[in-house]
C-alpha cells in the first residue's frame, strides 16, 4: 500500500459490479490524488433481540456494544450499497430500529480510521 500525504477534498461510495467501493478525492505535494478502497462492506446495528429472519440473507455479527438503553446490539454488514438501502427501508417499513443507518459508508470508514481532513 502507497503512502499519501494530503488534504481529503471529497469522497464518495458507490456499487462497482455488485461491491461497495469508496473513492477518496485529495490533495497533496505532488498534486491531486485517488484513493480507491474496493470491497468495502456498509454496516448499521440493529437490536440483538430483533428476529433474524430481517437479515437472514446478510453478514450479522453479534458484538459487545449496546444502545443508549443497554439493549445488545448487532451489526448488519452489506456487500453493497443497494442491498443495504434496500434492507433499510425494509426495516424501517417493518417499525425494526436501526442504529447509525444515516452514516454515509465514505464518512464511516474515515471516522473509525480517525481521519478528518488531512491524510
Do not use: Q, W
Not at 494530503?6 to 461510495?13: C, D, K, M, R
Not at 456499487?15 to 490524488?33: H, L, S, V
Not at 437479515?55 to 446490539?73: A, C
Not at 425494509?90 to 481532513?117: P, V
Amino acid at each position: 500500500m502507497n503512502s499519501v500525504d494530503g488534504f481529503i477534498l471529497t469522497a464518495e461510495s458507490l456499487d462497482i459490479k455488485g461491491k461497495c467501493e469508496i473513492r477518496i478525492y485529495g490533495i497533496g505535494e505532488d498534486g491531486p490524488f485517488l484513493i480507491i478502497i474496493e470491497n468495502h462492506k456498509p454496516l448499521f446495528f440493529i437490536k440483538s433481540s430483533c428476529p433474524s429472519k430481517y437479515t437472514e440473507n446478510f453478514e450479522r455479527k453479534h458484538l459487545t456494544l449496546t444502545d443508549f438503553r443497554g439493549n445488545p446490539v448487532d451489526a448488519v454488514y452489506f456487500h453493497s450499497l443497494d442491498s443495504f438501502f434496500n434492507t433499510k427501508r425494509y426495516l424501517k417499513d417493518e417499525n425494526i430500529t436501526l442504529y447509525e443507518s444515516d452514516l454515509r459508508a465514505e464518512d464511516r470508514y474515515l471516522m473509525e480510521r480517525f481521519i478528518n481532513g488531512s491524510v
